[in-house]
């Protein structure tokens, strides 16, 4: 995550996820940014939406009305803005800079898991997305989550949000590799998949997790139109490719 994203409509589609998940504060929500530095580059400025409230309001009034003060003005486009506002009710937070080099993620990450102690479910908001092949400590490679951390939050017990952004690659074969990579470290969660037009987002919910926050998930599924977020439950997969249903009934 960048401070350059905040109020632009991908933000806007995570922010009304976490809300749903959140269930009014009843699930208890650890958000960690993954904060990385301004790159220079236009991204996040994907703005046009906020002058469109006709369209897009419906989604999430409050929290559209949120982006748009956020927006409003260069100096308001911090992911403060996010955590003061109390857009995620009863939400925590850890907004260090991740560095790149393996030391520094690995304090990082420990400061999380204790920051995050309480939290029912952890999102984690890289840049891009799950671990590719960049091994951890290289250049950029704050952008993205490893499987081994990934591992160490669900053996604690946590549920876990994690942010994907799409590649340009076929995205049914995509989607199916990266939930069977979440599966080899996180063995009998249940999963849904809430996907938008340029990002994915995995949910895995640990078999431990209070049944709330698997029922905000199924209720999430159908909160919006899928031109917004296309919610789904993945029940297992075949032949690489996922078998989803549109809840689970717990």
Same mark, same amino acid.
């Given at each position: 995550?960048?401070?350059?994203y905040?109020g $632009?409509?991908?933000?806007y589609?995570?922010?009304a996820?976490l809300r749903?998940?959140s269930? =009014?504060g009843? *699930?208890?929500? =650890?958000?960690?940014?993954?904060?990385?530095?301004?790159? =220079?580059?236009?991204?996040g400025?994907?703005?046009a939406?906020?002058r469109q409230?006709?369209?897009?309001r419906?989604?999430d009034?409050?929290?559209? !009305?949120i982006?748009a003060?956020?927006?409003d003005?260069p $100096?308001?486009?911090?992911?403060?803005? &996010?955590?003061?506002?109390?857009?995620?009710a009863g939400? @925590?937070?850890? *907004?260090?800079?991740?560095p790149?080099?393996?030391?520094g993620?690995? @304090?990082?990450? !420990?400061?999380c898991?204790? @920051?995050?102690?309480?939290?029912?479910?952890v999102?984690?908001?890289?840049?891009n997305?799950?671990?590719?092949?960049l091994?951890?400590?290289?250049?950029n490679?704050s952008?993205?989550?490893?499987?081994d951390?990934?591992?160490?939050?669900? =053996?604690?017990?946590k549920?876990?949000?994690v942010?994907?952004?799409?590649p340009?690659?076929?995205r049914?074969a995509?989607l199916?590799?990266?939930?069977e990579?979440?599966r080899?470290v996180a063995p009998?969660?249940l999963?849904?998949?809430?996907?938008?037009a340029h990002?994915?987002?995995?949910?895995?919910?640990h078999?431990e997790?209070?049944a709330r926050l698997a029922?905000?998930? *199924?209720?999430?599924?159908?909160?919006?139109?899928?031109?917004? &977020?296309?919610g789904?439950?993945?029940?297992?997969?075949r032949h690489?490719?996922? &078998?989803?249903d549109?809840e689970?009934?717990?």
């Amino acid at each position: 995550m960048k401070h350059q994203y905040v109020g $632009d409509i991908s933000d806007y589609r995570k922010y009304a996820l976490l809300r749903a998940l959140s269930w =009014g504060g009843a *699930n208890r929500i =650890g958000v960690c940014w993954m904060l990385t530095p301004s790159d =220079g580059s236009a991204d996040g400025g994907k703005l046009a939406y906020l002058r469109q409230p006709e369209r897009y309001r419906q989604f999430d009034p409050q929290l559209f !009305d949120i982006l748009a003060h956020a927006a409003d003005e260069p $100096d308001r486009r911090r992911l403060q803005s &996010i955590e003061e506002s109390g857009a995620i009710a009863g939400a @925590a937070y850890f *907004n260090e800079l991740l560095p790149d080099h393996t030391p520094g993620r690995a @304090a990082f990450m !420990d400061r999380c898991f204790s @920051a995050f102690e309480r939290a029912d479910v952890v999102f984690f908001d890289p840049d891009n997305g799950l671990e590719t092949s960049l091994p951890k400590g290289r250049k950029n490679s704050s952008k993205y989550l490893y499987l081994d951390e990934v591992a160490r939050f669900y =053996g604690s017990g946590k549920s876990m949000l994690v942010y994907q952004h799409f590649p340009r690659v076929e995205r049914r074969a995509f989607l199916a590799s990266c939930i069977e990579r979440l599966r080899s470290v996180a063995p009998e969660a249940l999963i849904w998949t809430f996907t938008t037009a340029h990002v994915a987002f995995f949910l895995a919910v640990h078999p431990e997790s209070p049944a709330r926050l698997a029922a905000a998930a *199924n209720e999430a599924c159908g909160l919006w139109d899928e031109g917004f &977020i296309a919610g789904q439950y993945v029940r297992s997969t075949r032949h690489g490719r996922p &078998i989803i249903d549109s809840e689970i009934r717990m």
